[in-house]
């Protein structure tokens, strides 16, 4: 897929989108919390009040260790990772000054109520930063080659913190606008 054309990345978008194992999605927090989670990808096509939905609550404790969940936003992805203690090692001991998007695993972080960082979820969008597929991870079996996520469009490779190591991807994935409403739930925002 390294050679798909640019013309193709919508193709591409629904193609990765369909490769979702979790879909997760909420009702605007005016209306409070409401998470439903399905299994399939058939429902990846959001209902219009769904798209409308700006913000979700997720409960952090169900992202099994080593994997991750998605969730989609007003029809944006975004991904939970639950990092191991390689992982987050791993993303640690990066030389950050060499890398193309120069970013501390800890400034990719927020903090907890108690003003404590839990460094075992990572929170980032779901787009890839060069044309906008959805790149792959733990739970498809491909974490690229540096242990985060890998997007198969064109081939760019992101690490545990979801910094773009190798291929086209300009910057790292973003970190959406988040904050922990318990130790347990984090509430994400568009
Ligand atoms: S969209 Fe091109 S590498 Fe991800």
Redesign the pocket.
Known sequence: MTDTPVTD?HDDIDEDRRNFIHIVTGMAAAGGVAVIAWPLIDQMNPAADTKAASSLDVDISKVPEGGEIRVLIGGQPFFIRHRTQAEIASARNANTQSLRDPQTDEERLVPTPDGAYNPAILVTSGV?T????V?VGPAQGNVGDYGGWY?A????HYDTSGRIRK???PSNLPVPDYRYVSDTVINISL
């Open positions: 990345a890839c060069h044309l906008g597929c790149p997007c469009c064109h081939g760019s291929g086209p991807a």
